[in-house]
T-cell receptor, first 117, second 113 residues
Framework: DTGVSQDPRHKITKRGQNVTFRCDPISEHNRLYWYRQTLGQGPEFLTY????????KSRLLSDRFSAERPKGSFSTLEIQRTEQGDSAMYLC???????????????FGPGTRLTVT | DAKTTQPPSMDCAEGRAANLPCNHS???????VYWYRQIHSQGPQYIIHGLKNNETNEMASLIITEDRKSSTLILPHATLRDTAVYYC??????????????FGKGTHLIIQP
């Protein structure tokens, strides 16, 4: 199966440490998205890339968060100086643009669960 | 993007049709209705989308009212594996500009054996 993959699936870190997550999109997809999901809530959009260009960032993406997609393939999301409020599931998705009408859906990975202690 | 309203939870018996409602009274003419679902501990999964005509695929049917202010997702023969949170999302289908999906809290559908 060549779906969206994320690594690691789980991460436990101490407050103040830096963490980095990786997302590998579906190979032919040029758009890649990051979302955050806390318990009991729907996913919240953070940012997205088209190829290597970061086209949109949510106001939720504080300056401690940085995302990259240097070669237009995989992406990394780094959180510096983690806080307990950063504990969440971080989801990655990809899509093909411009696809036909049937391909505007986003395909999600399994997520990385971050716990900040 | 237009705001959507969904019931927080619903039950349905296995083998019966599950009908999940969504209100989107402020929907604009260029906005589509999308449905995603999220099974526990997995990422969301696309189900179906439509503009104004009813749509059907191998997973579900989408019924959109004539005034487009509400819609219903129908799972024709629900199974235990359909237990999930179902999200109704309204967004333009332009693919450009703001492209992130805006999820609400969704409806937690529980299929009872």
């Amino acid at each position: 199966d060549t779906g969206v993959s994320q690594d690691p699936r789980h991460k436990i870190t101490k407050r103040g440490q830096n963490v980095t997550f990786r997302c590998d999109p579906i190979s032919e997809h040029n758009r890649l998205y990051w979302y955050r999901q806390t318990l009991g809530q729907g996913p919240e959009f953070l940012t997205y890339f088209q190829n290597e260009a970061q086209l949109e960032k949510s106001r939720l993406l504080s300056d401690r968060f940085s995302a990259e997609r240097p070669k237009g393939s995989f992406s990394t999301l780094e959180i510096q100086r983690t806080e307990q409020g950063d504990s969440a599931m971080y989801l990655c998705a990809s899509s093909l643009f411009p696809g036909d009408r049937s391909t505007y859906e986003q395909y999600f990975g399994p997520g990385t669960r971050l716990t900040v202690t | 993007d237009a705001k959507t309203t969904q019931p927080p939870s619903m039950d349905c018996a296995e083998g019966r049709a599950a009908n999940l409602p969504c209100n989107h009274s402020t929907i604009s003419g260029n906005e589509y209705v999308y449905w995603y679902r999220q099974i526990h501990s997995q990422g969301p999964q696309y189900i179906i989308h439509g503009l104004k005509n009813n749509e059907t695929n191998e997973m579900a049917s989408l019924i959109i009212t004539e005034d487009r202010k509400s819609s219903t997702l129908i799972l024709p023969h629900a199974t235990l594996r359909d237990t999930a949170v179902y999200y109704c999302i309204v967004r333009p289908n332009s693919g450009g500009g703001a492209d992130g999906l805006t999820f609400g809290k969704g409806t937690h559908l529980i299929i009872q054996p």
